[in-house]
DNA sequence: AGCATTAAGACTAAATTCATCTTAATTGTC
DNA sequence: GACAATTAAGATGAATTTAGTCTTAATGCT
């Protein structure tokens, strides 16, 4: 299906908290788990792998948590899914070329090519520390979809 | 995952193939599935879902087969993945408002927005129409990324 | 030593994906 | 009317993915 995993949102939801918090604070599962309402055992399982991925640093024992591994600015919505995800591919044909046969007399081929750098430049262009700043804006005016909620009858 | 499935690819080739056919030729579900490459059995399933969504006709009995129901202009590749797939959501919150009650005040939602609006832009702006001509010409030509192949060593 | 915390990964239930197979219904032709 | 060709409908199933839980180990502060 054309639909982000909950692996994907989970841990855009991690990220974007994580981004959020005063430098150098070390944020616990529980922390997380509970203002981004994401089940703590299936949290644990996403952090140590954006962990892997080197998104982000833990520290074990007492005193011990998560921390971004680099500043807010430099992690992109992309780099956040594909921690998870693996690479972007909208078709089977965009996972490398060979992948399937027809590619080079294919008419539908340049279409998902376009449809998927177009998806792509979205999800690049939008940093952790972006969405941080956009959620504050949220804060104070609310999202634009409440403007639409008219009565219909 | 962020991928097309093969009910979605091979209703594609299907519909490219149909409307690259004459106006008024009948088609046959062995056919499609052999210059397509989607096994019959399969294909079969697909063209009964693709008739049910009004997009083919099909023809029972000797002489029978399957037909574009409207003209190949009037087909987009959207409409023949959603067909197949149903509505294209990127994320749980494009679904219909409050399938995700952070909406409102989620700073990743607009881009989900937006970065769905690009994807079904792409899709919608290519007809089966189009798709024949461009095969016809990439008869011609051969497909761009064929230029790229670059000696690697 | 003792406790809090993450690390690692085994495990599981449910859903989805990607088919195949069987049987029925329909229609043209002889 | 008999028969062959063809789609219609849907039951079935294996493999994979998804979403989540649970257990045990390792680590580090106090
Ligand atoms: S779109 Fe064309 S190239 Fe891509 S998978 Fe389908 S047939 Fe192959
Ligand atoms: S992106 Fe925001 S609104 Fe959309 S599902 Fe995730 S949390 Fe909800």
Redesign the interface.
Known sequence: ?????RDG?YA??AL?YLASQPDGKISLISEISETQ?VPKSYLSKIMQHLVRSGLVKSRRGAKGGFVLARPAHQIT?RQTIEAM?GP?????CLIK?GECH???????????R??QS??IE??DS?TMA??????EK??RT?????AR?VEVK
């Open positions: 299906m054309l639909q982000l995993t949102e855009v939801r974007v309402e919505l995800e972007i591919h909208l078709n089977v070329k027809r590619d080079d007399l294919c008419p539908v081929h340049p279409v998902w376009d449809a177009k998806l979205v999800l939008k972006d969405l941080v700043r956009d959620a949220l804060q609310g999202n634009k979809t409440e909620r």
